[in-house]
């Protein structure tokens, strides 16, 4: 028996050969494990356990990286990289006390579509191959609530990285400085991650989301350090290495790392082929902002004076500028369009004024909150201020209309990715659903089966998949578009009489029951043996249903799913028979109103006859009795009150019953 850690909470495992699938007696989380037939490989799967659960995750990857290229077909070693991809950290549900996944490093892909899954599916076996679907939806789960709560995030301009805390629990140099550039970065109009702030009002709030959205929407990234050991502290380095990864990958991204005190030998290699900034520097704040500048172009619109020349007449626009944009913030719409146009009388191709114009159109109360307008864009006076504006004012409207594109590109992605995922769901339910209502055969590997009431309920309450269990539970059968076909209790369907499941059609939901009608008619017989004319409550046709047919057809667990319900005498007005009274029943017919309720067109109500109901005298596709004495459904499915005797006539039978769903059964 080997001993295993448990890459939940850390505890031992102890695993006997030919383990894939076992239960953590400290935290109680079951889980896969790897296949430990080969010392090289249960110490690399240590190492890289132990990696990923200190959020070592690069370092993990690189060590399971190896597994896979030792053992390519080990399933747990592929499973190891998706837990790093993701940054997937266990931690305890305070609800439950279980260990529940937290994702560290969000993506816009979806694990079940991941290459390294697909392998984890091919080289697992049937126990291990379920557990790592379930953890693989929890993480699915996490992504798309990541990828939505973050797609609701204005796009950044500049993140900041660096280590808030050091190891005594004291605030790092890094921090300061960091402060400081952020304070100035702010002044100059730029939108800044310094999570310091940024996170400050989401106490009690995943981070995740927030960084997320704030690595995909940022430009630049500036990385400080003051020590080695700072610049690869776990979440600093799972930062800027997110961000190289986006830069990798074709983002138009800049990461400038920001130094002090340190040589170039202090830096991650990964920083080696870029340009640094060193921070103990003189001025190095101003180079800092200068290229920044450079590469994001200046946010410095605000007041919208600093890219006016001064020339004559000009100190009088500035200060009607001044006086446009102070209404603006202040929401006085009216005296803001009034002074732009003021401006616009003594200069008519002023940009600035037309921006401004932009914002009263628009009622937005800063220039910052331009990002996040869709229709800004398209706006009469936003086209004339790009117009005539200047370069630097040309260069800013580009830039808000850029981010909100780029928070719309991520939201409309979030919200693809989101539908998608509850489809794919849909169907994988709708499958299930359908495997359990239609057939009481053992569930495929693949596909595991609902217990009668669950399959109901997902019906009943999603819209999605009663729509798919719709179209394919009957695609193949004429006339039943629109109903939903389970199987319940068995009877006579052959000549020779051997049972097989009946199948039942579902007419009406009422969220607790059900109510259904056979598929087909499976059985012939007379509306009553009395020789005289009656009504259901006197009828031999409901006895029979009540009695033998209820007891033959099903088991005691099904027959207290059935519910007792009352049955409403209805009389047949072309014959001279009483409608008699009431009754409580099991099992009964629908009578005339319900048959042409529940049934859409004569086509729908037509049904054809079991095996062994033409046996006993039923045509092919047979007329079938409803309980208003004397009427019947046509073998063309029309409802006829035609006068057939009550008595002895003989028909098809196609029983009818509600089905409680909260039983004890369920």
């Given at each position: 028996?080997?001993v295993?850690?448990?890459k939940?909470?850390g505890g031992?495992?102890?695993?006997?050969?030919?383990?894939?699938?076992c239960?953590c007696?400290?935290c109680?989380?079951?889980?896969?494990?790897?296949?430990?037939d080969n010392?090289?490989k249960?110490?690399?799967?240590?190492?890289?356990?132990?990696?990923r659960?200190?959020?070592?995750?690069?370092?993990?990857s690189g060590?399971?990286?190896?597994?896979?290229?030792?053992?390519?077909?080990?399933a747990?070693?592929?499973?190891?990289?998706l837990?790093?991809?993701?940054g997937?950290?266990?931690?305890?549900?305070?609800?439950?006390?279980?260990?529940?996944?937290?994702?560290?490093?969000s993506?816009?892909?979806?694990?079940?579509?991941?290459?390294d899954f697909?392998?984890?599916?091919?080289?697992s076996d049937?126990?291990?191959?379920?557990v790592?679907?379930?953890?693989?939806?929890?993480?699915e789960?996490?992504r798309?609530?990541i990828?939505e709560v973050?797609?609701?995030?204005?796009?950044?301009d500049?993140?900041?990285?660096y280590k808030e805390?050091?190891a005594?629990?004291?605030?790092?140099?890094?921090?300061v400085?960091?402060?400081d550039?952020?304070?100035?970065?702010?002044?100059k109009?730029?939108?800044?991650f310094?999570s310091?702030?940024?996170?400050e009002?989401?106490l009690?709030?995943e981070?995740?989301?927030?960084i997320?959205?704030?690595?995909?929407?940022a430009?630049?990234?500036?990385?400080?350090?003051?020590?080695y050991?700072?610049?690869?502290?776990?979440?600093?380095?799972n930062?800027w290495?997110?961000f190289?990864?986006l830069?990798?990958?074709?983002?138009?991204?800049?990461?400038?790392?920001?130094f002090?005190g340190i040589d170039?030998?202090?830096?991650p290699?990964e920083?080696?082929?870029?340009?640094a900034?060193d921070?103990?520097?003189?001025?190095?704040?101003?180079?800092?902002?200068?290229?920044?500048?450079?590469i994001?172009?200046?946010k410095?619109q605000?007041?919208?004076?600093?890219?006016i020349?001064?020339?004559?007449g000009?100190?009088?626009?500035?200060?009607?500028?001044?006086r446009?944009?102070?209404?603006?913030?202040?929401?006085?719409?009216?005296n803001?369009?009034?002074?732009?146009?003021?401006?616009?009388?003594?200069?008519?191709?002023?940009?600035?004024?037309?921006l401004?114009?932009?914002?009263?159109?628009?009622?937005?109360?800063?220039?910052?909150?331009?990002r996040?307008?869709?229709?800004?864009?398209?706006?009469s006076n936003?086209?004339?201020?790009?117009?005539?504006g200047?370069d630097?004012?040309?260069?800013d409207?580009?830039?808000?209309?850029?981010?909100y594109?780029?928070?719309?590109?991520?939201r409309?992605?979030?919200?693809?990715?989101r539908?998608?995922q509850?489809?794919?769901?849909?169907?994988?339910?709708?499958?299930?659903?359908?495997?359990?209502?239609?057939s009481?055969?053992?569930?495929?590997?693949?596909t595991?089966?609902?217990?009668?009431?669950?399959?109901?309920q997902?019906?009943?309450?999603?819209?999605?998949?009663l729509?798919?269990?719709c179209?394919?539970n009957?695609?193949?059968v004429?006339?039943?578009?629109?109903f939903?076909k389970?199987?319940?209790?068995r009877?006579?369907?052959?000549?020779q009489?051997?049972?097989?499941?009946?199948e039942w059609?579902?007419?009406?939901?009422?969220?607790?029951?059900?109510?259904?009608?056979s598929?087909?008619?499976l059985?012939?017989?007379?509306?009553?043996e009395?020789?005289?004319?009656?009504?259901?409550?006197?009828?031999?046709?409901?006895?029979?249903?009540?009695?033998a047919?209820?007891?033959?057809?099903?088991d005691?667990e099904?027959?207290?799913m059935?519910?007792?319900v009352?049955?409403?005498?209805?009389?047949?007005h072309?014959?001279s028979?009483?409608?008699?009274?009431?009754?409580?029943?099991k099992?009964?017919l629908?009578?005339?109103?319900?048959?042409?309720?529940y049934?859409?067109s004569?086509?729908?109500r037509a049904?054809?006859?079991?095996e062994?109901?033409?046996?006993q005298?039923?045509?092919?596709?047979?007329?079938?009795?409803?309980?208003?004495?004397?009427?019947?459904?046509?073998?063309?499915g029309?409802?006829?009150?035609?006068?057939r005797?009550v008595?002895?006539?003989?028909?098809a039978?196609r029983p009818?019953?509600?089905?409680?769903?909260?039983?004890?059964?369920l």
């Amino acid at each position: 028996m080997a001993v295993f850690k448990c890459k939940m909470c850390g505890g031992d495992l102890h695993i006997t050969e030919g383990m894939t699938v076992c239960e953590c007696e400290y935290c109680g989380s079951v889980q896969t494990v790897p296949q430990l037939d080969n010392e090289k490989k249960i110490n690399l799967f240590s190492r890289a356990n132990r990696l990923r659960s200190a959020g070592e995750f690069d370092k993990a990857s690189g060590v399971y990286e190896t597994l896979v290229s030792d053992f390519p077909e080990e399933a747990e070693a592929y499973w190891g990289l998706l837990l790093c991809k993701f940054g997937i950290e266990y931690v305890d549900d305070p609800g439950t006390g279980k260990k529940v996944p937290t994702c560290h490093r969000s993506s816009f892909d979806s694990i079940m579509d991941d290459p390294d899954f697909e392998m984890v599916m091919e080289c697992s076996d049937v126990a291990s191959r379920a557990v790592y679907r379930e953890e693989a939806k929890a993480i699915e789960a996490l992504r798309i609530a990541i990828n939505e709560v973050s797609s609701k995030e204005a796009p950044y301009d500049i993140f900041i990285c660096y280590k808030e805390t050091d190891a005594s629990g004291n605030r790092t140099i890094d921090s300061v400085i960091a402060q400081d550039v952020y304070q100035a970065l702010v002044e100059k109009g730029y939108k800044v991650f310094f999570s310091r702030i940024t996170l400050e009002d989401k106490l009690g709030q995943e981070y995740e989301p927030y960084i997320f959205a704030a690595l995909n929407s940022a430009k630049i990234m500036l990385a400080f350090g003051t020590d080695y050991e700072y610049y690869n502290a776990v979440w600093v380095k799972n930062e800027w290495s997110r961000f190289l990864s986006l830069i990798e990958k074709g983002e138009k991204k800049t990461l400038i790392p920001c130094f002090k005190g340190i040589d170039a030998y202090d830096m991650p290699k990964e920083f080696a082929r870029l340009q640094a900034q060193d921070m103990g520097k003189v001025g190095a704040m101003q180079d800092l902002l200068r290229g920044i500048e450079k590469i994001m172009g200046s946010k410095t619109q605000q007041a919208a004076t600093p890219n006016i020349a001064v020339k004559e007449g000009d100190l009088t626009k500035m200060g009607l500028l001044k006086r446009t944009f102070m209404f603006i913030e202040e929401g006085d719409w009216s005296n803001a369009d009034r002074y732009a146009e003021k401006v616009l009388d003594l200069d008519p191709e002023n940009g600035e004024a037309y921006l401004a114009k932009a914002m009263v159109d628009l009622r937005i109360p800063s220039l910052l909150a331009l990002r996040d307008v869709s229709y800004f864009e398209n706006n009469s006076n936003t086209k004339k201020a790009l117009r005539y504006g200047s370069d630097a004012l040309r260069n800013d409207i580009q830039g808000y209309i850029d981010s909100y594109k780029t928070a719309e590109k991520m939201r409309l992605k979030a919200e693809e990715e989101r539908r998608k995922q509850e489809e794919k769901a849909a169907q994988e339910t709708a499958e299930r659903v359908i495997e359990t209502l239609v057939s009481k055969e053992q569930a495929s590997e693949t596909t595991k089966k609902l217990s009668f009431g669950q399959a109901i309920q997902a019906l009943l309450s999603n819209p999605r998949v009663l729509q798919i269990v719709c179209e394919k539970n009957f695609s193949q059968v004429s006339g039943y578009k629109g109903f939903v076909k389970i199987v319940f209790g068995r009877y006579p369907q052959t000549a020779q009489g051997g049972n097989a499941d009946i199948e039942w059609l579902i007419l009406r939901n009422e969220g607790r029951r059900i109510l259904l009608i056979s598929k087909d008619a499976l059985d012939y017989r007379k509306y009553s043996e009395s020789g005289s004319e009656t009504t259901w409550e006197t009828s031999s046709i409901r006895n029979w249903l009540n009695d033998a047919f209820i007891n033959s057809a099903f088991d005691a667990e099904e027959k207290n799913m059935i519910l007792s319900v009352n049955v409403a005498a209805d009389k047949n007005h072309s014959l001279s028979a009483a409608s008699g009274n009431d009754t409580i029943d099991k099992i009964f017919l629908l009578n005339s109103m319900e048959a042409n309720l529940y049934f859409n067109s004569n086509s729908a109500r037509a049904c054809q006859s079991t095996e062994y109901g033409r046996s006993q005298g039923a045509s092919d596709m047979g007329r079938w009795w409803l309980r208003t004495p004397g009427a019947y459904v046509s073998s063309d499915g029309t409802v006829n009150f035609g006068g057939r005797s009550v008595f002895n006539g003989i028909n098809a039978v196609r029983p009818a019953m509600w089905i409680d769903l909260e039983s004890s059964m369920l």
